[in-house]
């Protein structure tokens, strides 16, 4: 559940804050409009997306028995000309 509080307790009282983030998004207001959202990191990366390895990282393969030659098979000349006109 989220909760509010005014930009200005939240500068009174910063540990206030992050006690309020604990539980879920603190929402900062700014003359009274939510302005800004206060999380913990945790739940910010799940919703950044970061829970886990990149996709480049998942596929990088750097031990050393995976090292191996790669020769894909060639699937014909799929470059044309352009036909402008």
């Not at 009174?12 to 804050?17: D, F, I, T």
């Not at 604990?22 to 970061?50: H, N, Q």
């Not at 995976?66 to 402008?84: C, H, K, N, T």
Request: avoid cysteine; charged fraction near 30%; charge should be negative.
């Amino acid at each position: 559940m989220s909760r509010v509080m005014s930009s200005r307790e939240f500068n009174q009282n910063p540990s206030e804050a992050k006690r309020a983030a604990e539980g879920g998004p603190l929402i900062v207001t700014d003359r009274g409009e939510p302005a800004f959202v206060l999380l913990r990191y945790d739940a910010y990366r799940r919703l950044a997306g970061e829970s886990g390895p990149s996709l480049l990282d998942a596929l990088r393969q750097d031990e050393p028995e995976a090292d191996f030659d790669f020769s894909p098979q060639r699937i014909g000349d799929v470059a044309r000309p352009v036909e402008l006109g």
